[in-house]
């Protein structure tokens, strides 16, 4: 991300298009683990929030904003992966 300074430019999204997706696909997988103390409609609320918070976050074009959201969702794929539920 060095082409815009503040803003995203078209090269900074294009270029994260392919690890925000990854992320995305993982998180969801994630949260279908039997490791997870989940019922089924928790698990499909977890998913659901997933995806509203991605929905909104498409819209971002600051390019800390974007750096610290990808931050987040690797956090929060990382406490999936121990079986924690992230806040």
């Known amino acids: 991300m060095a082409r815009g300074w ?3 430019t078209a ?3 294009a270029r994260n298009r392919r690890r925000v997706l990854s992320l995305y696909r993982e998180i ?3 949260l279908n ?3 997870l103390p989940l019922n ?3 698990r499909l609320a977890k998913k659901a929030e997933a995806r509203a918070i991605f929905l909104v976050a ?3 074009r ?3 904003n974007i750096e610290d959201l990808i931050d987040t969702a690797e956090h929060a794929l990382s406490s999936l992966r121990r079986g924690q539920i992230p806040k």
Do not use: G, M, N
């Open 6 to 8: 503040i803003w995203a």
């Open 11 to 13: 090269e900074d999204l």
């Open 28 to 30: 969801l997988r994630s």
């Open 33 to 35: 683990s039997p490791d």
């Open 40 to 42: 089924l409609a928790a």
């Open 58 to 60: 498409s819209e971002e």
């Open 62 to 64: 600051s390019l800390h």
